[in-house]
């Protein structure tokens, strides 16, 4: 069965997820949309000579066509919504950028029409599928019942987006959801439980004060500290600081439980297991996937995602990276927000009324 694909938005990630398509088997890009000119002809050098996709720059057209079997929404968070409303409409499978939508009441108008809609709808959240945290979720057993998770990311400032929309709170919902959904998505997926508390301190403090759009300067965090309060007693951690380009690391995960521990570093070839009992830690290779065909921006994670996703809609199961989890990821990093904002702990459950 060949799968016809279309792809809204075709910046930096469209035309990354352009590229993984390319390598799989049995998938033909059919259409493109992009208001920006720029961005439909980066999508074109991006198909080579492997797809000739009709291109359009309203994103309905594309929507209208029978022949498309799969969108891939890859536009500014703040747009989210509104194409998914249209893609509702339609009964086309489609994958969602992360993070689903910029705040709690879209995000939970998305919830609910993922679960009316009659095509798969998929949330790109493919951390999960990078080979050191797929080798960790493999060997979790070993550490008996989990109890903290700590996540670090220290990294380079937000990068230029398509008329700059990544400089402010209302197109991305915030630092902590647009950038850290994909850890408070881990978070969720280790842990054996719900997280119901929310503390958090952060602050802009070095990048974008001195950019100025249409006389406004950027207002994003680039730098914070949050502790989420999990319903089982379990503790996680995120420490971001994203003025710390240069690092040999960009990522590191540390997953403890009472019997030991799990380490890893991205990018990196290695998971470290602590145990206790014998006071004594072992370095286990990562399992490398070797499906993987295109390395791409994030360690050959997007082309495990559509492997995955295409597996799901020709067996008719259900999405793995579903909007439930989708909303999850993002709640808990609205909750961040608002606790820097209002230096008040976060309940989930007052925040979800
Ligand atoms: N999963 C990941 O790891 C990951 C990484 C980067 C970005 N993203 C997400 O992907 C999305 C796009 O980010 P990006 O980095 O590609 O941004 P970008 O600015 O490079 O590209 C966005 C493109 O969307 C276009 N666009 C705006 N409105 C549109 C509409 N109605 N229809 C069609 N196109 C429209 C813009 O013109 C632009 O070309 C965001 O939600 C972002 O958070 C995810």
């Excluded at 979790?140 to 937000?158: Q, T």
């Excluded at 850890?183 to 602050?203: Q, R």
């Excluded at 089982?232 to 003025?243: E, H, I, K, W």
């Excluded at 499906?291 to 995955?308: A, C, M, Q, T, V």
Aim: charged residues 25%.
């Amino acid at each position: 069965m060949k799968l016809n694909y279309g792809i809204i938005g075709t910046g930096m990630m469209g035309c990354e997820h352009i590229r993984n398509l390319k390598k799989i088997p049995d998938v033909n890009i059919t259409a493109i949309s992009d208001p920006n000119e720029t961005s439909r002809e980066w999508a074109i050098y991006a198909c080579g000579d492997k797809f000739m996709p009709e291109q359009y720059s309203d994103h309905k057209k594309l929507l209208a066509r029978d022949d498309i079997d799969v969108v891939v929404v890859a536009t500014p968070n703040f747009t989210h919504i509104d194409i998914m409303r249209d893609v509702f409409e339609t009964e086309k499978h489609v994958l969602l950028e992360k993070p689903m939508c910029t705040n709690l009441s879209d995000g939970l108008e998305v919830l609910e029409g993922s679960k009316k809609h009659s095509g798969l709808v998929w949330i790109g959240l493919e951390y999960r599928f990078m080979p050191p945290v797929q080798s960790l979720i493999n060997k979790i057993d070993k550490v008996g019942k989990v109890k903290m998770l700590s996540i670090r990311e220290h990294r380079f400032p937000f990068l230029k987006k398509v008329d700059d929309w990544n400089r402010f709170n209302k197109n991305t919902g915030g630092t902590l959801v647009e950038k850290c959904c994909h850890f408070f998505d881990l978070m969720n997926l280790l842990i054996p439980s719900n997280p119901h508390k929310v503390y958090a301190s952060g602050n802009q403090d070095a990048n974008h004060l001195d950019e100025k759009y249409d006389g406004e300067v950027p207002d994003i965090i680039d730098n914070s500290f949050v502790l989420i309060d999990y319903e089982a007693g379990q503790r996680a951690m995120l420490d971001l600081c994203m003025f710390a380009e240069g690092g040999k690391y960009e990522q590191e995960i540390v997953l403890t439980g009472d019997k030991g521990k799990l380490e890893t570093k991205i990018p990196g070839n290695e998971l470290l297991l602590t145990n206790r009992k014998e006071n004594s830690f072992k370095s286990l290779e990562i399992e490398q996937d070797n499906r993987i065909k295109e390395i791409g921006f994030h360690h050959g994670s997007s082309f495990i995602e559509h492997l995955e996703l295409i597996n799901c809609i020709k067996t008719g199961t259900e999405p793995l990276v579903d909007s439930k989890a989708g909303l999850d990821s993002m709640l808990v990093g609205l909750a961040a927000q608002e606790s820097i904002r209002s230096g008040q702990p976060v309940f989930l459950e007052e925040f979800l009324k």
